[in-house]
């Protein structure tokens, strides 16, 4: 995805007041969690922004890059379900919105909520008139039909490089789990989504850059180098139900002292040049890029 675009931050802490009421409004108290805190300080951080109040404006620190990018998926998840929303999503969400406020202190006793987050930003981004999307309560995490397949989809937060390895032999493995127990195996589909911002980026550094595409450019190595780094185990564990391995990074960057979001997909086609599954793999990166720009302007 190669495009930007500009969000005021007032605009977006207008948006995820908006957020925080649908919840409310359906019943998923958020006022002891860490989106109270985070409400809390984008409408600060908005206020100076529309008062120009340069001086008094708090910086740009860690605990800022973290609720930015906190709320860039959170909102991202509320565009998706706001209006489909159902005692599924409504369970996961307030799985969703618990945990550490920063992602620096969680660990593997503390990670359902982000890893939930996860799961929901998949589902949103997938979500399409043309996807017919199923999140489960079991064991998948998700399917969808499209064009008479069913694709499951499982997707992994790896919180350490040395376990990368084992999180993706246990997604295939998963996988190849319910191949096996699908009314229709020979219909069946699947796409291993993985999360590498946490392994690559685990204290939050902010990326410096001249310019937006210098940002892509940059993302693009990381995702490229993870690709050359892991692909011998997506290629010799998956089969032949296995149609691809979508690669997700975000983070935060800066260009000329003004902060981005950034957000990248890329998707791995395991298919052998098949031109049917590669027609389906298009279609749903069609749907996934028409839903999140790589690099969003904050201002």
């Known amino acids: 995805m190669n495009y930007s675009e500009y969000r005021a931050i007032a605009?977006?802490?207008?948006?995820?007041?908006?957020?925080?009421?649908?919840?409310?409004?359906?019943?998923?108290?958020?006022?002891?969690?860490?989106?109270?805190?985070?409400?809390k300080s984008l409408t600060l951080v908005a206020n100076h922004f529309r008062q120009a109040d340069i001086?008094?404006?708090?910086?740009?620190?860690?605990?800022?890059?973290?609720?930015?990018?906190?709320?860039?998926?959170?909102?991202?998840?509320?565009?998706?379900?706001?209006?489909?929303?159902?005692?599924?999503?409504?369970?996961?969400?307030?799985?969703a919105i618990c945990g550490p406020i920063n992602y620096q202190t969680e660990n593997n006793s503390s990670n359902l909520s982000r890893n939930t987050i996860f799961e929901l930003y998949i589902a949103a981004h997938l979500k399409s008139p043309e996807i017919d999307l199923v999140l489960s309560k079991q064991d998948e995490d998700m399917s969808f039909q499209i064009d008479g397949f069913k694709v499951f989809v499982e997707c992994k937060r790896p919180m350490v490089k040395n376990r990368i390895d084992k999180n993706l032999k246990n997604a295939i493995s998963q996988l190849n789990g319910r191949y096996k127990t699908s009314k229709l195996p020979a219909q069946s589909k699947g796409i291993l989504a993985i999360s590498i911002t946490?392994?690559?980026?685990?204290?939050?550094?902010?990326?410096f850059a001249k310019s937006e595409?210098?940002?892509?450019?940059?993302?693009?190595?990381?995702?490229?180098?993870?690709?050359?780094?892991?692909?011998?185990?997506?290629?010799?564990?998956?089969?032949?139900?296995?149609?691809?391995?979508?690669?997700?990074?975000?983070?935060?960057?800066?260009?000329?002292?003004?902060?981005?979001?950034?957000?990248?997909?890329?998707?791995?086609?395991?298919?052998?040049?098949?031109?049917?599954?590669?027609?389906?793999?298009?279609?749903?990166?069609?749907?996934?890029?028409?839903?999140s720009a790589s690099v969003t302007k904050l201002g």
């Open 198 to 207: 946490r392994v690559q980026n685990p204290d939050q550094l902010v990326l």
């Open 55 to 95: 001086s008094n404006a708090p910086k740009i620190d860690q605990e800022l890059i973290n609720i930015f990018l906190e709320t860039d998926a959170l909102l991202s998840i509320y565009r998706g379900f706001k209006a489909s929303l159902n005692d599924i999503i409504k369970e996961k969400l307030s799985e």
């Open 11 to 39: 605009e977006i802490s207008k948006e995820f007041d908006e957020f925080c009421s649908w919840l409310s409004e359906n019943s998923i108290n958020y006022d002891k969690t860490r989106i109270h805190t985070y409400k």
């Open 213 to 291: 595409q210098a940002i892509g450019s940059r993302l693009k190595q990381i995702m490229e180098s993870f690709k050359k780094e892991y692909e011998a185990i997506w290629r010799k564990e998956t089969d032949k139900f296995t149609i691809g391995v979508l690669v997700h990074l975000s983070g935060i960057s800066m260009v000329q002292n003004i902060p981005y979001t950034t957000n990248q997909f890329m998707m791995v086609y395991l298919s052998n040049n098949d031109r049917g599954e590669d027609a389906l793999m298009e279609r749903i990166m069609k749907a996934i890029e028409g839903k």
